[in-house]
């Protein structure tokens, strides 16, 4: 879906570690239990929306690096392809000057 990618954090009075359990394994990123400290969940959500960014940021870096890989594959073959017909039809021409002597 396309709230996938949004990191969530509970916020619950629910403090067994069974709870706490639960919810990382169905997908929350953090679990703040009650009293909650202002600062702390302050804290938490800005580092949370860092971390969510540097993902992104990853993300994005990873596509460019696959699209510039595959541009970089295709003109490779290009090349490849260009230079083989002058490679077969390559043939070294020796003037009489340039032949071996034996002494």
Not at 39 to 45: H, Q
Not at 57 to 73: C, G
Not at 88 to 97: G, N, Q
């Amino acid at each position: 879906p396309e709230t996938a990618a949004i990191p969530v954090i509970f916020m619950t009075a629910l403090s067994d570690i069974f709870d706490k359990v639960k919810g990382f394994e169905i997908g929350a990123v953090d679990y703040i239990t009650k009293p909650f400290q202002q600062e702390e969940v302050i804290a938490r959500v800005k580092l949370h929306l860092r971390l969510h960014h540097l993902s992104q940021k990853l993300s994005h870096k990873v596509e460019e690096q696959a699209e510039t890989e595959a541009k970089l594959q295709r003109l490779n073959q290009e090349l490849e392809a260009r230079s083989r017909p002058e490679r077969r039809s390559y043939r070294p021409r020796f003037s009489s000057s340039n032949k071996c002597r034996r002494n």
